[in-house]
């Protein structure tokens, strides 16, 4: 497991179908070391605060095993930075990472604290509109990590697993839960059990057991 790229960016305006749209979801592979906060990494920034960034969202990450996926599907080239992920990683997909494990990476220490959503800036920026859905239909989303300390990543670092949940959620699986069976009670709960579960989620799933008790 590595980091194939670290990737930043500020929000920039572009004009798609002829309208402004502001985003951050342009992110530029940088080949230095880059030092990473509890809340982002130094020359990166977002442009909707209320659905990205913050604690729980310091880092996007995306698997490069997707890219010759979406290649194909597409005809078209996907690389490093085409999903606005902050990581690229190789050897670690959504099959294979757990809610709540913590990895060292550099001089950092991060833990897996969601799925990533995809939203409509994905679309606009490759001009593909079915590629959100696509994205959650396949479980191909990527994830966040959250940052427990602080330090430096950089290009080629190898990511580490100190510690694995023991819930053993993978993201595919809260991905499944989350888009596919999303009045299944017990697996709901069961996820609500890890800690390490983002809030943003966590109002989510405690919110459809409620209207599931209430219906």
């Known amino acids: 497991m590595k980091v194939i790229s670290v990737n930043v960016g500020a929000p920039k305006t572009v004009m798609i179908g002829?309208?402004?749209?502001?985003?951050?979801?342009?992110?530029?592979?940088?080949?230095?070391?880059?030092?990473v906060t509890k809340i982002n990494f130094t020359g990166d920034r977002q442009a909707?605060?209320?659905h990205h960034g913050g604690y729980d969202k310091a880092i996007c990450a995306y698997p490069s095993e997707h890219f010759t996926k979406w290649t194909k599907r597409y005809e078209r080239p996907f690389f490093p930075g085409?999903?606005?992920?902050?990581?690229t990683l190789a050897g670690l997909t959504e099959k294979e990472v757990y809610i709540g494990d913590i990895f060292s990476v550099g001089t950092a220490v991060i833990q897996v604290s969601q799925p990533r959503q995809p939203c409509f800036k994905l679309a606009k920026r490759?001009?593909?509109?079915?590629?959100?859905?696509?994205?959650?239909?396949?479980?191909?989303?990527?994830?966040?990590?959250?940052?427990?300390?602080?330090?430096?990543?950089?290009?080629?670092?190898?990511?580490?697993?100190?510690?694995?949940?023991?819930s053993r959620l993978s993201i595919d699986y809260v991905n499944h839960i989350y888009y596919m069976?999303?009045?299944?009670?017990?697996?709901?709960?069961?996820?609500?059990?890890e800690p390490a579960l983002s809030k943003s989620w966590r109002d989510v799933f405690a919110a459809r057991i409620s209207a599931v008790a209430n219906s």
């Open 126 to 166: 490759h001009g593909l509109p079915d590629l959100p859905l696509v994205v959650q239909q396949t479980g191909r989303t990527g994830f966040y990590f959250r940052v427990l300390q602080e330090g430096v990543i950089q290009q080629g670092d190898p990511l580490i697993l100190v510690e694995r949940s023991l």
């Open 18 to 35: 002829g309208k402004p749209l502001t985003t951050g979801i342009y992110k530029e592979p940088v080949l230095e070391p880059v030092f």
């Open 181 to 193: 069976e999303k009045t299944n009670v017990e697996a709901m709960r069961k996820i609500l059990a």
């Open 82 to 87: 085409s999903f606005g992920e902050n990581l």
């Open 48 to 50: 909707d605060l209320v």
